[in-house]
C-alpha cells in the first residue's frame, strides 16, 4: 500500500508562488509515475502535471509556462512548483502515484488546498 502525503498549501495572492511537496511511502518510489491533480469547487478532478521516474514531464495547458514538476528519487518526493499564480488556480491539489506497468496500483493523497486571493 502506497501513502501519499501532501504538504506547501496555503493562502496566496495573485501572482505570488507556492511550493508543494508530496512524500511516498510504503513502495519503491522509481516504479511510479508521480503526477498533481487538481479539484475546485463544483469541478472534477482536472490534470496538472505529471512527471515519470527518468524525470520526463507533461503539464497541461493551463499551467505551462507557470508551473514545473519535479522529483527526488532517492527521498520519495514529489514537488509542483507554482508561479504566477491566478485565482482560477484556486483548488485542492492531489498528488497521485500511478505504477508505470500495474495500472491497478493508484493511489491518492488527501489533498492540499491551494487559495488564491487578494
Known amino acids: 500500500q502506497v501513502q501519499l502525503v501532501e504538504s506547501g498549501g496555503g493562502l496566496v495572492k495573485p501572482g505570488g508562488s507556492l511550493r508543494l511537496s508530496c512524500v511516498a511511502s510504503g513502495t519503491n518510489f522509481n516504479q511510479y509515475v508521480m503526477g498533481w491533480y487538481r479539484q475546485s469547487p463544483g469541478k472534477q478532478r482536472e490534470f496538472v502535471a505529471t512527471i515519470t521516474s527518468a524525470s520526463r514531464t507533461n503539464l497541461a495547458d493551463s499551467v505551462k509556462g507557470r508551473f514545473a514538476i519535479s522529483r527526488d528519487n532517492s527521498q520519495n518526493t514529489v514537488y509542483l512548483e507554482m508561479n504566477s499564480l491566478k485565482p482560477e488556480d484556486t483548488a485542492v491539489y492531489y498528488c497521485?502515484?500511478?505504477?508505470?506497468?500495474?495500472?491497478?496500483?493508484?493511489?491518492w493523497g488527501k489533498g492540499t488546498l491551494v487559495t488564491v486571493s487578494s
Open positions: 497521485n502515484a500511478a505504477h508505470v506497468v500495474f495500472s491497478p496500483a493508484n493511489y
